[in-house]
């Protein structure tokens, strides 16, 4: 009997060919995987662009929500004070596969920077306002000139602390003195003095209005208040922030019947109100992996939605 014996050469080219098809698979099989997951991270773009958006969206339908909330304040009294439904924060509220919250704060309540300067020059009474805050914060005064020549329009250095365009052409990375109004709190950050840490300090007090403002006694901090009036003691502010915890002050005449007799007559009124325009509201929305927020300065006229000043994320 003669058995068949394949030869060596027959064999090493089964061979060959078995392991050929095995890499084919393989790369085949690689290839596959591959796809799958360049497909999925695709899918997971998708997804997170979509809730993105979907975030945008919802943080940006809280500031029409802000908006509607202020509008129908002015239509129902001409006083703003921390009692009303504008100054509650908006607990966060479900929506589909998410939540979104906010606040609503009033800008008057803070001392407006730009009051410093009114018609391209100093204010000396908005200016003193401004170092005596300093001074309770325990930061340098000299920072009130500094701000002074940041904003008005002459080339003429306050002393001490102030600064103008020679001073910031010298800096490693020149620039000029703006010669104009701040738009925003970290625009201090160019200023002559200031810092990160100034700046936080400064801000819970503070803010940026596009024109000048009188400040409302019904929602101001009590460091506000004690700048604001050189001649009341922190004990006469404390009795007043502690009396409108359980009434605002309804008009410039009832404020000042809260002061004591003595110093009613050095109170000006022209520096303080009852009542607000510029709101800051500040909006956040989380959805799917997204998160989104906005903040935007608010301008109310009358009892018409108020203006957008500036909006901004957050």
Avoid: C
């Avoid at 979509?50 to 509607?68: T, Y």
């Amino acid at each position: 009997m003669i058995l068949f014996k394949p030869s060596a050469s027959k064999v090493g080219e089964s061979g060959i060919a078995i392991i050929t098809v095995i890499l084919i698979v393989a790369l085949a099989s690689s290839v596959a995987a591959f796809m799958a997951w360049q497909q999925q991270i695709w899918i997971r773009q998708v997804e997170n662009l979509r809730d993105q958006a979907q975030a945008q969206a919802i943080s940006r339908a809280a500031i029409d929500w802000a908006r509607a909330i202020l509008a129908d304040d002015a239509r129902n009294n001409n006083v703003d004070y921390l009692g009303e439904k504008w100054a509650t924060v908006l607990a966060p509220i479900p929506v589909e596969n998410g939540q979104v919250t906010g606040s609503i704060t009033d800008q008057q309540g803070l001392f407006n920077l730009n009051n410093v300067v009114r018609n391209g020059a100093v204010s000396p009474p908005d200016l003193a306002i401004f170092k005596r805050l300093l001074n309770q914060l325990k930061l340098s005064t000299d920072l009130a000139n500094a701000v002074v020549d940041w904003i008005d329009l002459n080339s003429d250095v306050t002393s001490p602390g102030g600064a103008e365009d020679m001073d910031y052409l010298a800096l490693d990375i020149p620039y000029r003195s703006a010669n104009q109004n701040l738009t925003d709190l970290n625009d201090l950050l160019r200023i002559k003095g200031f810092d990160r840490g100034i700046v936080d300090r400064l801000s819970p007090f503070v803010t940026v209005l596009p024109e000048p403002t009188q400040v409302n006694v019904n929602t101001a901090p009590a460091e506000v208040l004690l700048a604001l009036f050189e001649d009341l003691s922190s004990e006469d502010v404390k009795a007043l922030v502690n009396k409108r915890k359980s009434e605002h002050y309804v008009n410039q005449a009832d404020f000042r019947a809260q002061l004591p007799a003595t110093k009613v007559g050095q109170i000006n009124d022209n520096i303080f109100s009852v009542s607000s325009r510029y709101f800051m509201v500040t909006s956040l929305a989380n959805f799917g992996r997204a998160q989104a927020g906005y903040k935007a300065l608010l301008m109310r006229q009358g009892d018409v939605w108020p203006a957008v000043v500036w909006k901004k994320t957050n």
